[in-house]
């Protein structure tokens, strides 16, 4: 199949998901399987490769798999050991969804939100109210 030649940014984007897709393929029970039986290699020609071929992951799958294999489900990729964070769902719509986080991905989260708030325009002095 023959992609576009992919802008800087996509480059960047493909780059890291296939980082994501070397440490999830093998070692996540959850997404591993499904990944593999929608075809997405951990060397993906493109990131519109993988939008097109990614299945579709509900809510509902999550907490099933949770319930299946409580406590966390199969959706870890490392060792339980190596999370530093605990989150969960409010559960006001069903069985609470519960979630680990790394130091890497709490800090990439995190990274995350402060590029949304300095896009916004929040500066140093601002207040604002993060519901979450």
């Known amino acids: 199949m023959n992609f576009p030649m992919p802008s800087e940014i996509e480059m960047d984007q493909l780059v890291r998901l296939c980082a994501m897709l070397r440490e999830i393929l093998p070692n996540n029970r959850f997404y591993g399987p499904r990944l593999a039986a929608a075809g997405i290699t951990k060397e993906i020609e493109s990131v519109s490769q993988f939008l097109n071929a990614a299945p579709l992951t509900t809510k509902q799958e999550l907490v099933d798999d949770q319930g299946v294999y409580p406590p966390y489900g199969s959706n870890l990729t490392y060792p339980v050991e190596r999370y530093t964070r605990y989150n969960q769902t409010s559960g006001t719509t069903g069985r609470p969804l519960r979630w680990l986080d790394t130091t890497e991905s709490w800090e990439w989260m995190v990274g995350n939100w ?4 300095r896009a916004s ?6 207040r604002i109210f993060f519901a979450f």
């Open 114 to 117: 402060l590029e949304v708030y």
């Open 121 to 126: 325009g929040v500066a140093p002095g601002d």
